[in-house]
T-cell receptor
Framework: GQQVMQIPQYQHVQEGEDFTTYCNSS?????IQWYKQRPGGHPVFLIQ?????EVKKQKRLTFQFGEAKKNSSLHITATQTTDVGTYFC????????????????FGQGTRLTINP | GAVVSQHPSRVICKSGTSVKIECRSL??????MFWYRQFPKQSLMLMAT?????????EQGVEKDKFLINHASLTLSTLTVTSAHPEDSSFYIC?????????????FGPGTRLTVL
């Protein structure tokens, strides 16, 4: 079945260092989404990428979607303690006949910890 | 953004009892809600897709008689863990899509931490 792999599983950085997490799908994706889950919290939607080669920025966060639409990355420049959490990528699962019922396939997540 | 609530946020129960978890979309109608399970420091595992007015669709390996799902209205889905055992202890999270959103992102509830003694 469809798989979404994410690396690394864990990343520990010094505050101010950069951070990157990579996401790879076993199948071509129509879009990819990124979520952040703070410790003890729930996942919160960050962004969706749709176009091949798309790059989107949110302040210090840069998201990329690969040309083949099978991989994606999230890069954080100059990390801050508020960036701590687990970052998940997710791709759409098999199309459902029920409108709005298409599920997401999540990667394993990358847990970011930061040394202040 | 759209808001999804969950109740209770935390529950501790004895082995053998049943626990009901509610998931509500507060400011939008959700014909579909999703139920996930998350073990500590692990990813989200989709358990089932809850469809308003029809039967839920369960993922492979998830016992439908163990995890009963009812989606009786456009704003409420419930997950009942029947005859809970310690191995059912986990973080259960629901999510829903807001049809009015330009994206097809999922809005997650705050989760329910279940501890079975």
């Amino acid at each position: 079945g469809q798989q979404v792999m994410q690396i690394p599983q864990y990343q520990h950085v010094q505050e101010g260092e950069d951070f990157t997490t990579y996401c790879n799908s076993s199948t071509t994706l129509s879009n990819i989404q990124w979520y952040k889950q703070r410790p003890g919290g729930h996942p919160v939607f960050l962004i969706q990428l749709v176009k091949s080669g798309e790059v989107k920025k949110q302040k210090r966060l840069t998201f990329q979607f690969g040309e083949a639409k099978k991989n994606s990355s999230l890069h954080i420049t100059a990390t801050q303690t508020t960036d701590v959490g687990t970052y998940f990528c997710a791709g759409p699962g098999p199309q459902s006949i029920i409108q709005g019922a298409q599920k997401l396939v999540f990667g394993q997540g990358t847990r970011l910890t930061i040394n202040p | 953004g759209a808001v999804v609530s969950q109740h209770p946020s935390r529950v501790i129960c004895k082995s053998g009892t049943s626990v009901k978890i509610e998931c509500r979309s507060l400011d939008f109608q959700a014909t579909t809600m999703f139920w996930y399970r998350q073990f500590p420091k692990q990813s989200l595992m989709l358990m089932a897709t809850s469809n308003e007015g029809s039967k839920a669709t369960y993922e492979q390996g998830v016992e439908k008689d163990k995890f009963l799902i009812n989606h009786a209205s456009l704003t409420l889905s419930t997950l009942t863990v029947t005859s809970a055992h310690p191995e059912d202890s986990s973080f259960y999270i629901c999510s829903a899509r807001d049809p009015a959103s330009g994206y097809n992102e999922q809005f997650f509830g705050p989760g329910t931490r279940l501890t079975v003694l």
